[in-house]
Nanobody
C-alpha cells in the first residue's frame, strides 16, 4: 500500500504562483510515473502534468509554459510549480503515483492523494 500526502493548495491572486507537493510513503518497490490531475466543479478530472521515473514530462496544453512538474526520488515526492495562475486554474488538485509494489513483478498500482484546493481569485 502507498499513502500520498498533498500540501500547498491555497487562495492566490491571478498572476500569482503556488507550489504543490505530494509525498508518497508505505510499502512498495519503486514509484514509476507521478503526476497531477485537477477537477473543477461540474467538470471531469483532467491530467495536468506527469513525470516518469526517467524524468520525461507531459503537460496539458492549458498549462504548458506556466507549470513545471518535478520529482525527488530520494524523498518519493512530486512537485507542481504553478505560475502565471489564472482563474480557470481553480480546481481541486490530486496527485497520483503508479507504484511497482514488488521487485518480482512489474505490475503497477495507481494511488491517489486526497486532493488540495487551489483557488485563483482577486
Amino acid at each position: 500500500q502507498v499513502q500520498l500526502v498533498e500540501s500547498g493548495g491555497d487562495l492566490v491572486q491571478p498572476g500569482g504562483s503556488l507550489r504543490l507537493s505530494c509525498a508518497a510513503s508505505g510499502n512498495f518497490f519503486r514509484i514509476n510515473t507521478m503526476g497531477w490531475y485537477h477537477q473543477a466543479p461540474g467538470k471531469q478530472r483532467e491530467l495536468v502534468a506527469a513525470i516518469t521515473s526517467g524524468t520525461s514530462t507531459n503537460y496539458a496544453d492549458s498549462v504548458k509554459g506556466r507549470f513545471t512538474i518535478s520529482r525527488d526520488d530520494a524523498e518519493n515526492t512530486v512537485y507542481l510549480q504553478m505560475g502565471s495562475l489564472k482563474p480557470e486554474d481553480t480546481a481541486v488538485y490530486y496527485c497520483y503515483v503508479r507504484a511497482q509494489l514488488r521487485r518480482v513483478s512489474t505490475d503497477e498500482t495507481t494511488y491517489w492523494g486526497q486532493g488540495t484546493q487551489v483557488t485563483v481569485s482577486s
